[in-house]
């Protein structure tokens, strides 16, 4: 199953155009790849990318991120690692244990360019979360 432009302007009443334009071939891409392919997982999927990036507004996390210093449960172990692996994607990956495990599925160095999360893959990210948490 794809979204049409119009569907998601529909779903995303606040996104822009030119956001739907712009994020609605990877968002299919990833429903594709990651299998989300029925309407109820279609719906729910959506709803969490579109609750936690805002309509497509955020793809990185508006706070600094320093909340998440020392977080040994997202692997922020080195100092700085709160702000560097902060919220990134459409769905706000956290913490340096899943950019490193994201990092690895993709074979992409993301400790050293962790911001590609959010500008490259922001819904494939998505994707790979949904499917990896189940």
Known sequence: MTITAVQLSKIATLASKAKIEKHLPALNATLAKYNINTPLRISHFLAQVLHESGCFRW?????SGSAYERRLDLGNVMS???????????????????????????????????????????????????????
Do not use: C, H
Not at 59 to 63: G, L, V
Not at 106 to 128: I, R
């Open 80 to 134: 700085g690692d709160g702000i560097r692996f902060k919220g990134r994607g459409a769905i706000q990956l956290t913490g340096r244990s899943n950019y490193t495990l994201y990092g690895k599925f993709l074979k992409v160095d993301l400790l050293s360019n962790p911001s590609l999360v959010a500008s490259v893959y922001p819904l494939d990210v998505a994707g790979w979360f949904w499917e990896t948490n189940g």
């Open 59 to 63: 793809m990185e996390e508006i706070a």
